[in-house]
């Protein structure tokens, strides 16, 4: 279920709230290839199922950890229903953080808050906290402070 946001005043209301968590989803080793294929990044432990089988200490090919942390601007429309904004655009990261591989046929899903707000020229500034969890692990994959600008 989509959190809905109606406008900055909306928005302003939700500061140190969980936006929500969005539905399980499997890692699959198509994507991974495809992101390897986009960037040219080619590392065996992507992308060499069997090498990997055999010779990763993950035991299994495992997503990139940018390609982890692409999954968070999708996901993020996702989980929310953005009404009032003219704009709302991704204006960067704080830290970035894999703690933990995202091997493939794992279950993701990606995790919001809204930790802060500060007013810009046209709008106001977000930062929030975004956690790419994996099904059943103690770690997540991604921890990102990510950094969005609403413009009304």
Known sequence: MKTTIDGISGLRKQVGAELGRTDWRPMRFEDIVRFADATGDHQ????DRERALKESP???PIAH???TL?????????LLE???????INYGLNK???PAPLKEGARYRLVLKLAELKDVQGGVEALMPATIEVEGEAKP???????YRFLA
Do not use: D, N, P, Q
Not at 82 to 88: E, S
């Open 141 to 147: 994959a991604c921890v990102a402070e990510v950094v």
């Open 58 to 60: 993950f035991g299994a």
């Open 65 to 67: 950890g940018y390609f």
């Open 96 to 98: 970035v953080r894999f």
């Open 82 to 88: 953005l009404r009032g904004f003219k704009l709302v």
């Open 44 to 47: 065996w432990i992507h992308v």
């Open 70 to 78: 692409s999954l968070v601007a999708g996901l993020f429309m996702e």
